[in-house]
């Protein structure tokens, strides 16, 4: 444990306490300053699960979620934001009188439902921390399965998906990506279905017919194992495989190899077919072994809801979250300089920092604020024009930050 202290986001008090605090937001409430904390809080205990479980270290966080049961609150936030993005955000980009100072907050909120399921996708490993979402369960596997019928369904190119181009420039960008970032998530929740199924044995029977009778996962499972979602052919016809977070080339000698992503089909559908509880449960009839043979067609499900209620809520935000005062940017952006540690995050990253402007390999980092990396000077002043606003915030907030040392150490 000693070792891997010094790489350490949380300590376990830390931990504790930012899970005993977690608590279940409404709709209109998402992007709040209460909000916002909450985010910070979970940012940081998904870090620090990813630290602990790729070290084989104490996973103190995963205690931590299970002792104050709040997995539960987890799920509930996570399909929150799942509605925010569907229901709210589209209505927020075609209102006519937004006009956002910055819209780096929206992206939070976009993000955070990434966030969750990265977190709920370390811990879900455990038997016990799956065992304690209750009843919550089910409505995790219902999210699973919207996941996994979209991914089946949707083009492994997200750049070909059509965006709201009556949108300003800056709320297009944040469209463009949600729905890149809506392809890893998916991902997610193929993995996080694996591990259910991987406990399918001590769950409520009524998971166990979510599972197999209502959403009939084995299918969608066989329709994933030969669409292979994560497997494309480049414009040279070269094989790509995606993993950890992007594409990469498969040479020749490896691609019978099975990734891990096709792992987790082949070991979810292997507990939901051959596990004996599930043998008895699941209906073996014409339909569903023809449906095992051969790759099912995915029905588009269309669900109209009320757009009054939507766009309510989204004028709501405008006033209340996604129209901050200059000096509540400052401040937030004071607190997420503080939460994103950049150190810790590169951490993280399995590739190396990319130019803010020209997307090569960057080993400079912008003087004044820290933040953006640049490969070379010139590209640096290229970007100036875009970068000088987000710059002047976050300089500020670290400019206030050091005084606030100065004035404690005095």
């Known amino acids: 444990m000693a ?5 350490a986001v949380l300590l376990p008090v830390e931990a504790a306490g ?55 609150t987890l799920i509930h936030e996570l399909i929150a ?31 955070h439902e ?33 996941k996994l019928t979209l991914l089946a369904a949707q083009s492994s190119d997200c750049e070909n998906q059509e965006l709201d181009r009556s949108s300003p420039a800056a709320l297009e960008e944040l469209q463009k990506q949600s729905q890149e970032l809506e392809f890893d998530i998916s991902l997610k929740a193929l993995s996080i279905i694996r591990y259910i199924t991987d406990h399918i044995d001590s769950l409520p029977l009524s998971a166990q017919a979510r599972l197999l009778n209502t959403h009939n996962i ?36 490896d691609r019978l190899k099975i990734t891990k992503l096709d792992g987790q089909v082949w070991i979810a559908l292997y507990n939901l077919v051959l596990k004996p509880n599930c043998q008895q449960r699941y209906d073996f009839n014409n339909f569903n072994k023809n449906q095992l043979l051969k790759v099912p067609d995915i029905q588009n499900r269309i669900i109209r809801e009320n757009s009054n209620k939507w766009k309510a809520i989204a004028k709501h935000q405008v006033k209340t979250a996604f129209n901050p005062s200059e000096q509540d940017l400052r401040e937030q952006a004071h607190r997420l300089t503080e939460t994103y540690n950049l150190d810790m995050m590169e951490n ?16 400079k980092r912008c003087s004044r604020c820290q933040v953006e990396r640049y490969c070379q000077r010139e590209c640096q002043v290229k970007h100036w024009s875009k970068h000088k606003k987000a710059c002047d915030l976050m300089a500020v907030a670290a400019k206030k930050k050091l005084n606030e040392e100065l004035e404690i150490n005095q």
Not at 29 to 51: T, V
Not at 116 to 138: G, K, M, P, R, W
Request: glycine fraction near 4%.
């Open 81 to 111: 934001v799942e509605v925010w993005k569907q229901k709210v955000f589209p209505v927020l980009c075609q209102l006519q009188d937004f006009t956002p100072k910055s819209t780096f907050p929206i992206y939070i909120v976009i993000h």
């Open 114 to 146: 990434a966030t969750i399921i990265n977190l709920l996708e370390t811990i879900f490993y455990h038997q016990d921390l799956c065992d304690s979402a209750d009843e919550a369960v089910l409505d995790l596997v219902d999210y699973c399965h919207r």
């Open 218 to 253: 084995p299918c969608v499972l066989v329709h994933l194992m030969e669409y292979c979602p994560w497997s494309r052919n480049n414009s040279k016809g070269e094989l790509q495989k995606y993993a950890d977070g992007k594409w990469y080339t498969v040479p020749i000698e």
């Open 348 to 363: 993280l990253i399995p590739d190396r920092p990319k130019c803010g402007f020209c997307g090569a390999v960057a080993a």
């Open 3 to 7: 070792a891997g202290l010094g790489s």
């Open 18 to 72: 930012y899970a005993q605090s977690l608590q279940e937001f409404p709709l209109k409430d998402i992007g709040s300053a209460r909000w916002f904390r909450q985010h910070e809080y979970i940012e940081k205990l998904n870090m620090q699960a990813i630290i602990d479980a790729t070290a084989e270290q104490d996973e103190f966080v995963k205690e931590t979620i299970y002792a104050h049961g709040k997995v539960p």
